[in-house]
């Protein structure tokens, strides 16, 4: 069982920055495979960004290419999610979940079992 815990939302204006934190517990974060979702009013929740258990392996969303980085740290058990050069639309509640199969790192949202309570972020334009 994995227990994650996201902070670092807020509100800020386009063109800024916001780093996301995600902390888990359990004694395994190392061999999760860890990804990030988010979801806007109105909209189904859509795939953000994700890295493979070592960390040596990522991926992201067009959307988000070039402007947001993910990164993590096995022996804070936490997963980051950098967010600069924020956009309006980027404005959404962030998830961070957590995937059984530690070589996985991709956005489909099935392959995640565990599923923090999401942080909010609101890009003002």
């Known amino acids: 069982q994995v227990q994650l815990v996201e902070s670092g939302g807020g509100l800020v204006q386009a063109g800024g920055s916001l780093r996301l934190s995600c902390a888990a517990s359990?004694?395994?974060?190392?061999?999760?495979?860890m990804g990030w979702f988010r979801q806007a009013p109105g909209k189904e929740r859509e795939f953000v960004a994700a890295?493979?258990?070592?960390?040596?392996?990522?991926y992201y969303a067009d959307s988000v290419k070039g402007r947001f980085t993910i990164s993590r740290d096995n022996a804070k058990n936490t997963v980051y999610l950098q967010m600069n050069s924020l956009k309006a639309e980027d404005t959404a509640v962030y998830y961070c979940?957590?995937?059984?199969?530690?070589?996985?790192?991709?956005?489909?949202?099935?392959?995640?079992?565990?599923w923090g309570q999401g942080t909010q972020v609101t890009v003002s334009s």
């Open positions: 979940a957590a995937s059984r199969s530690g070589g996985y790192y991709g956005g489909d949202h099935n392959e995640y079992t565990y």
């Open positions: 890295i493979r258990w070592r960390g040596g392996n990522t």
């Open positions: 359990g004694r395994t974060f190392s061999s999760y495979g």
